[in-house]
């Protein structure tokens, strides 16, 4: 079976500073990783992936993730936060050859101006 | 380039009222999925299917059905709506092939359901 866990379900940050979402997995198989976005209203986007190539993952709008095994993680963060930055953020899992995603609780982010 | 279109994008039912969500997709995607979404619990599948007649149940698939009958499109029917299956109801799909596992889903923009 695989998991994820969202360690924060809201994170409130300054524009131009960095952010950081957690993100832990579990899993029995080599794993994909996945993150999206969901701005109000709207479904959900693809910020980056990970499929057992490089660790440190680059994704769109200056967003980047580290695979770390050893520690099951597979943290999100960006260096200066932007006001349109401001969204619901999703950590997904996907075990090797299995169509099921297993998605995170979310984490709401705020952008103070 | 449409994507993935769902509609309605809002919908108000009576208890009991039966209704289908529309998705369709112009990608040739072999996948296609349900999800729903409530407050505090991420998405939820309620649905997939790997290909045109073929479909399978996922995490919360009571009170729904679906069907496959071609590529594009990927139907979810409620037979008798309740209360608890007001949500936001997102369809995805993605392409099969080159390590389909690594192969992210493309989401609709969502229907937002009410059962009253």
């Known amino acids: 079976a695989q998991s994820v866990t969202q360690l924060d379900s809201h994170v409130s940050v300054s524009e131009g500073t960095p952010v950081l979402l957690r993100c832990n997995y579990s899993?029995?198989?080599?794993?994909?990783l996945f993150w999206y976005v969901q701005h109000p209203n709207k479904g959900l986007q693809l910020l980056l992936k990970?499929?057992?190539?490089?660790?440190l993952v680059k994704g769109i709008n200056g967003f980047e993730a580290e695979f770390k095994k050893s520690e099951t993680s597979f943290h999100l963060t960006k260096p200066s936060a932007h006001m349109s930055d401001a969204a619901e953020y999703f950590c997904?899992?996907?075990?090797?050859?299995?169509?099921?995603?297993?998605f995170g609780a979310g984490t709401t982010v705020t952008v103070r101006a | 380039n449409a994507g993935v279109t769902q509609t309605p994008k809002f919908q108000v039912l009576k208890t009991g009222q039966s209704m289908t969500l529309q998705c369709a997709q112009d990608?040739?995607?072999?996948?296609m999925s349900w999800y729903r979404q409530d407050p505090g619990m991420g998405l939820r599948l309620i649905h997939y299917s790997v290909g045109a007649g073929i479909t399978d149940q996922g995490e919360v698939p009571n009170g729904y059905n679906v069907s496959r009958s071609t590529t594009e499109d990927f139907p979810l029917r409620l037979l008798s709506a309740a209360p608890s299956q007001t949500s936001v109801y997102f369809c995805?799909?993605?392409?099969?092939?080159?390590?389909?596992?690594?192969?992210?889903?493309?989401f609709g923009d969502g229907t937002r359901l009410s059962i009253l």
């Open positions: 899993s029995s198989y080599s794993p994909s």
């Open positions: 990970y499929t057992s190539a490089a660790t």
């Open positions: 997904v899992v996907r075990n090797f050859n299995d169509y099921k995603l297993s």
């Open positions: 990608m040739n995607h072999e996948y």
């Open positions: 995805a799909s993605r392409a099969s092939g080159g390590g389909s596992s690594n192969q992210p889903q493309h």
